[in-house]
């Protein structure tokens, strides 16, 4: 049995999306089977790269940064001469809302580089005086910014020992004896290795992706022709970038951005107590029946040959031998982990901050020589996140500082009750909205820069519990990363594997999101209304569905 849908998709803007050549004649399938087209073109499992043309001029290239970079600038000029400032508000925290307002247009316009953009505002705020030099530069001495960089070094180490892909192989052994099973045991291992190893793509390039190629390449797979391995590969590459979305969602320390989407919800007021464990709980119930759900709601989705299937269980057995015995390296990093997540965990309750267990980890894998400082500053990602996140995050922690985060409150307010509609709907639309905007963002890191912030106000501003809006955002900042093409960077590399068309991953993209609404909204609420319930008035911990005192 196969599902049959479709869909009508507005244009989409353009950006820096990963592109392949133009399709050939799509393979036929019979009509009442036929819902994901494939390319029909010789058996090459290389990642598929956006052609460069080297007839385009540079002025062409001058001008395509022009565009965008005036419109940032523009915006942030006419906030900042051509819109009264209130009464309420100063001069400085005006101004640095000019200058904010600006960088988050240009991370959507995406005129340069985020970290090179970021950088541009830092100097523009320093050089106009509207922060001091070390105002300017506090976002590098938060505990975030640093737990997130060393948690990219952390994974370095899970793909340079290969720990990362044994695991993976370990699941595919146990459950890979059928293309359904395959698919859970890929689901399983992504969802483990990603309580440990904190980098969504790390996870996707790293480890994932060669591995499905691995198996994909062997000439013997299921005895199958070109035509069904290429289904075979389209419904392992989407079943593992929409689970790849849910266990992002499961763990805090799964992503650079749940990170981050914590630091920028402590800048606002919103304070979780014990995060780790706080995280995992909300998100365990739905997260675990997504998970559950994906990999066999894609399976009756795609046109999967009835016989034939792939033992992939026999080609891990085999991989395993060929990895040999589990080496020192890979023991030592087994073992450091269990001692960072033990302190994420348990630490809260003896008072360890969270980014201790990170520091401590990291440290003793550069004694061992796991993970070299080589290895460190060649982590260009790290060091990316490390500048841009840090100027990011000191611009939102200083508008707090200001008023301005407390001004934008009071006005969503103010201009949402003369709509009087309930905490419960405006909950819903702003969710809804947060999600589905995403449309025109090639990057989730952008999203959450422009977007988290000011959703989260907006949130709080009508009443909805401060925990419950924080991380119910941070569950879809997830999961719209496999909205499209382009929406993630584990989605360009699997959309660059060659196997699925742009219109069908959109499909698919859609079809996920409604399943992921009904399951993270219905059985969701039901959990987090247990959750408050069971927390009773604890407000850092507030998880309960109705509003926080003092609001209506």
């Keep these: 049995m196969s599902l049959s849908f479709s869909f009508s998709f507005p244009s989409l803007p353009s950006f820096a999306i990963p592109t392949s050549p133009p399709p050939t004649q799509p393979l036929s399938f019979p009509q009442n089977r036929t819902l994901v087209r494939y390319k029909s073109k010789p058996l090459s499992f290389q990642p598929i790269r956006a052609s460069t043309n080297r007839n385009h001029s540079k002025h062409s290239s001058r001008r395509s940064k022009t565009v965008p970079i005036a419109l940032s600038l523009a915006i942030g000029l006419a906030i900042r001469f051509a819109i009264p400032k209130p009464l309420e508000v100063s001069t400085q925290a005006w101004q640095l809302l000019s200058i904010f307002a600006a960088t988050n247009v240009g991370l959507i316009l995406s005129p340069l580089p985020i970290g090179a953009w970021t950088f541009l505002a830092l100097t523009v705020s320093i050089a106009t005086k509207t922060l001091s030099f070390s105002d300017a530069l506090r976002g590098f001495s938060s505990e975030v ?17 290969g720990l990362g892909d044994r695991v993976a192989t370990c699941f595919v052994k146990w459950f890979g004896k059928s293309d359904l099973g395959l698919a859970y045991g890929l689901t399983f291992g992504e969802t483990f290795v990603s309580a440990v190893m904190p980098s969504s793509i790390a996870r996707a390039a790293g480890v994932f992706l060669p ?3 691995s198996i994909l390449s062997l000439s013997n797979v299921g005895d199958r022709d070109e035509e069904s391995v290429r289904k075979l590969g389209a419904f392992l590459f989407m079943a593992q970038l929409h689970s790849a979305g849910n266990s992002s969602a499961l763990f805090l320390t799964a992503s650079a951005n749940n990170l981050l989407m914590f630091k920028l919800a402590g800048d606002i007021g919103v304070k979780i107590a014990n995060p780790w464990v706080s995280w995992f709980t909300a998100a365990s119930l739905p997260a675990f029946i997504s998970l559950l759900i994906t990999p066999f709601v894609l399976y009756m989705v795609f046109p999967l040959e009835q016989g034939g299937e792939v033992d992939a269980s026999a080609i891990a057995r085999e991989r395993l031998k060929q990895m040999g015995p589990v080496s020192e390296n890979e023991q030592f990093m087994i073992g450091t982990m269990l001692v960072v997540v033990s302190l994420w965990v348990f630490g809260a309750a003896f008072g360890v901050p969270t980014v201790v267990p990170a520091l401590l980890g990291l440290s003793i894998l550069l004694l061992r020589g796991v993970v070299t400082w080589d290895d460190c500053l060649s982590e260009k990602s790290a060091w990316d996140t490390f500048v841009w996140f840090a100027i990011l995050a000191g611009m939102a922690s200083q508008l707090s500082d200001l008023g301005i985060v407390a001004w934008i409150t009071d006005r969503v307010a103010k201009s949402l009750q003369s709509f009087s509609l309930s905490w419960t709907i405006t909950f819903g639309v702003l969710q809804a909205a947060y999600f589905f905007i995403h449309y025109i963002f090639a990057s989730q890191v952008a999203h959450v820069g422009a977007l988290y912030s000011s959703f989260l106000a907006m949130h709080l501003a009508h009443g909805v519990p401060g925990v419950l809006a924080a991380l119910t955002l941070a569950f879809n900042t ?8 382009y929406s993630s960077a584990p989605a360009a590399a699997y959309y660059g594997a060659g196997f699925v068309e742009v219109p069908d991953f959109l499909k698919l993209g859609i079809l996920m999101a409604l399943i992921n609404a009904i399951i993270w909204g219905g059985v969701g609420t039901i959990w987090w209304k247990f959750l408050g319930n069971q927390n009773g008035d604890e407000g850092e911990t507030d998880f309960r569905t109705k509003p926080q005192r003092g609001r209506e």
């Design 145 to 161: 910014i640093w737990l997130i960089v060393c948690s990219y070094f952390i994974a370095r180490g899970f793909v340079k020992t």
């Design 478 to 485: 997830n999961l719209f990363g496999a909205l499209t093409h």
């Design 211 to 213: 591995m499905i190629k």
